[in-house]
């Protein structure tokens, strides 16, 4: 089972940058794309990037695009989330998961096998 430990939340002012870490260990041969979502009070958990972790090859949500960056250490068990230009609608609690893929990986909750205990966001205006 894949264990997943985020770090890096709190409280920033809208227009800031905010840089998540998610610490990842007991890959299995099954696991080739690492996630981020967000979910506010009373909401469901929204995609926010995935990075696939054989090609780096990235997806952003339609919101982040473009002032987001979703990125992992040459060892391949830290996956980060930098987003800039905070807006308070990316308030939340940020969760790292973990799932299979082949050619893409999903940018649904479903599609994940394994999640973090998820870090703190707050963005005030």
């Known amino acids: 089972q894949v264990q997943l430990v985020e770090s890096g939340g709190g409280s920033v002012r809208a227009g800031g940058s905010l840089t998540l870490s998610c610490v990842a260990s007991?890959?299995?041969?099954?696991?080739?794309?690492m996630a981020w979502f967000r979910q506010g009070p009373g909401k469901e958990r929204d995609f926010v990037a995935y990075?696939?972790?054989?090609?780096?090859?990235?997806v952003y949500s339609a919101a982040t695009e473009g002032r987001s960056t979703i990125s992992q250490d040459n060892a391949g068990n830290t996956v980060y989330l930098r987003i800039n230009n905070q807006k308070p609608s990316d308030t939340g609690k940020y969760y790292c998961?973990?799932?299979?893929?082949?050619?893409?990986?999903?940018?649904?909750?479903?599609?994940?096998?394994?999640w973090g205990q998820g870090t703190q966001v707050t963005v005030s205006s």
């Open positions: 007991g890959f299995t041969d099954d696991t080739a794309c």
């Open positions: 990075i696939k972790t054989d090609d780096n090859d990235a």
């Open positions: 998961a973990a799932g299979p893929g082949v050619s893409r990986c999903g940018v649904t909750a479903g599609w994940y096998t394994d």
